[in-house]
């Protein structure tokens, strides 16, 4: 403790702020709002590799449904911006950064904090380095330093700034920092893992994209296979219905239960053929060109000879969630082929196309062996975890089965790609678990029981030792507390529950036990996947 104080008290020396020893008993500091005005400015301009301005610091009183907090403001040089919320009476000790989606662009502090702050954290979100919506990515074109600020730099600049802000504002740094987000904010957790491995005691990614280009690739696929030679969409919204109705009935019982729910797509062999019409085109039946884009969808990108180009595509039990995505819905254009065309048009090539680059552009020969250079910056899929282990980091990576975004056998790939790297399931179980969840769409939603309090999982881990397994989730109800992706189980009701239902630990899955209200999680067991369909 005399060694932390003194290196405390010549930070805050070097800052020219208070000194801290009035804070280390615990109590809130003296007038809350003074100390956090007092840190508004560029008191953090030399900060070791992250030289920060702090725009705002406004205490903001508290309210009903939440406490009083110091909202920060600010950016790290050259334009990293980040908000941090620094709760005045009841932190915990604990620091929290939660990732964005998409492109990111913008700093989502009501989207990102309010649980966290309610719950005693000190709770980061950043911009990731530009400014934009989440599906524009104008703000890359011929930016080499916004594109290495979205890939790996501008979620551990904003860490180091939050944790230094963090320390000045209670007088202590935090006894733990956490990590959690999905998607895009997986991908930026998987990344400090791999290349920032101090920065966290704990993680939890959810479907991250651990290979920026290779899932645009499978993206692209899945929209550009469903053009007619017209530009018309081939597989239509109307007939999708048709095709998870399908699915479910040759799937649903690979976990042992009439459920609605495909416990593990592999486990069963579906074609879209069931389907094909004996005639005329029909409203219960497929055409022949219908059929091939489910194929092709279901298989994913594959070049002119038939080779591979990503782990896979998307798995039976996800097409409801191809509409929008990757099929027109209400006759608007699919989401993922504006997405996708702004990600090569601007991000995925180096020299950038530009604005004239049309998602049709696309080569499967070509374009493919010319993503090296911008996916060594974006890329989250190094296995070699060792430095992450050796600090005592803790990583819980999820992903669903329904998933449409980012398809399933992806991360799927990269786990058993990670376990043979760090020497075996003993080696790597002890400090990465990954969690396959059944019926649940990208990040949360969907079919299956989704609500998991992730970060609830990762502290019992982290501080007690208590290793996650399984993760129970809930299929909750409307109105049920739900953050996006993190159910707060303190605050569910009996009746805010459809279902319950296990997640162990990859490889294993859960089945039904055969007796029992398969409703409930109890009534759950674990066995593994076959080794192969």
Not at 35 to 51: I, K, M
Not at 251 to 278: K, M, S
Request: hydrophobic residues 40%.
């Amino acid at each position: 403790m005399i060694g932390r104080l003194t290196v405390l008290m010549i930070l805050f020396a070097t800052l020219g702020l208070a000194s801290p020893a009035a804070a280390m008993d615990g109590r809130p500091p003296a007038d809350p709002a003074a100390r956090c005005a007092a840190l508004a400015g560029g008191a953090f301009s030399n900060l070791l590799d992250a030289p920060t301005h702090i725009l705002k610091a406004d205490y903001v009183a508290a309210t009903a449904g939440r406490p009083a907090y110091c909202a920060i403001e600010g950016y790290v040089a050259p334009s990293v911006g980040f908000g941090l919320w620094l709760p005045v009476q009841n932190w915990n000790g604990k620091y929290i950064v939660r990732g964005c989606g998409g492109f990111c662009g913008s700093v989502a502090m009501d989207l990102a904090c309010p649980q966290h702050i309610r719950d005693g954290y000190a709770c980061l979100h950043s911009d990731m380095g530009h400014r934009s919506t989440m599906y524009d990515g104008k703000w890359a074109y011929n930016n080499l330093q916004a594109e290495v600020d979205f890939g790996y730099r501008a979620t551990h600049v904003s860490t180091l700034a939050g944790k230094a802000i963090t320390a000045a504002f209670y007088g202590q740094a935090p006894r733990y920092s956490y990590f959690m987000a999905c998607s895009t904010g997986g991908r930026q957790g998987m990344v400090e893992a791999q290349r920032f491995p101090d920065d966290f005691d704990g993680i939890v990614a959810i479907a991250p994209v651990l290979d920026e280009t290779g899932a645009s690739i499978q993206l692209v696929w899945s929209t550009v296979v469903n053009r007619a030679p017209d530009g018309g969409e081939i597989l239509t919204a109307a007939k999708v219905p048709l095709l998870h109705a399908a699915a479910i009935k040759a799937c649903d019982l690979t976990d042992g239960a009439a459920d609605g729910v495909i416990g593990d797509p592999r486990a069963c062999h579906f074609d879209p053929g069931v389907l094909q019409c004996a005639g005329p085109d029909r409203a219960d039946c497929l055409t022949g060109p219908q059929v091939a884009v489910g194929r092709k969808i279901y298989a994913g990108p594959h070049d002119s000879k038939g080779r591979a180009l990503y782990t896979g595509g998307a798995m039976p039990g996800s097409e409801l969630n191809w509409i929008g995505p990757y099929i027109s819905k209400d006759g608007a254009p699919a989401i993922y082929a504006d997405m996708q065309a702004e990600l090569w048009r601007y991000m995925g090539f180096s020299p950038d196309p530009g604005p004239s680059w049309q998602i049709t552009d696309f080569d499967f020969d070509r374009d493919p062996k010319r993503v090296g250079l911008m996916e060594a910056i974006y890329s989250a899929s190094n296995p070699d975890l060792r430095k992450f282990k050796a600090a005592g980091g803790k990583l819980i990576m999820a992903q669903g089965w329904a998933d449409q975004s980012i398809v399933p056998l992806n991360a799927v790939d990269y786990y058993e790609l990670a376990t043979r790297t760090m020497g075996g399931p003993e080696a790597t179980t002890g400090f990465f678990r990954f969690f396959m969840v059944p019926g649940m769409n990208h990040c949360s939603g969907g079919e299956g029981a989704y609500g998991i309090d992730y970060l609830a999982a990762l502290e019992a881990w982290v501080e007690r030792r208590e290793a996650p397994d399984p993760l129970i989730g809930i299929h909750p109800r409307p109105g049920s507390p739900l953050d996006f992706f993190r159910i707060d189980f303190k605050l569910v009701r009996p009746d805010q529950v459809a279902f319950s239902r296990p997640h162990f630990a990859y490889p294993r899955r859960a089945v039904y036990a055969g007796r029992g209200d398969p409703n409930l999680a109890s009534s759950w067991v674990a066995t593994s996947p076959p080794v192969s369909p």
